[in-house]
């Protein structure tokens, strides 16, 4: 499901399934798109950020038209204690390769994955720098 923005609306609650993972949109060449991103932010549960999250940021093959550092985004990513991914969805094996990658993630995140948690996964996805 797709939202441009939240918090979601609450008369559909009851219809709604399980969120299992948000994955915040943000293309790189619109600053609306980040300002967006950081007031809806603010409408995700605290428990969401223990591996649940993830920032996609998209139109980085265009580092000319770029409106947003990159630096940025990484910052709001170690913030909010969740990966950033890029990519550039305008190329087929990119974005194939994108789209797998948020799959995997997903399956991890519902629970699919034998002996791996959405804590235990982002955790490994952490640079090593943090430590």
Do not use: W
Request: contains cysteine.
């Amino acid at each position: 499901h797709l939202a441009t923005s939240l918090p979601l609306p609450s008369e559909r609650d009851h219809l709604r399934p399980r969120i299992d993972l948000i994955v915040f949109i943000i293309d790189i060449k619109s600053k609306y798109s980040l300002k967006n991103v950081e007031a809806s932010l603010a409408y995700v549960d605290a428990s969401f950020f223990l591996g649940k999250v993830c920032f996609l940021v998209t139109g980085v093959g265009r580092v000319n038209a770029c409106s947003i550092e990159a630096n940025a985004v990484c910052k709001l990513g170690e913030a909010y204690c969740s990966p950033v991914l890029f990519c550039e969805l305008e190329l087929e094996g990119i974005r194939v390769a994108t789209a797998q990658r948020l799959l995997r993630m997903l399956q991890i995140c519902a629970g699919h994955i034998p002996g791996v948690s959405a804590l235990s996964f982002v955790s490994l996805m952490r640079n090593s720098d943090d430590d």
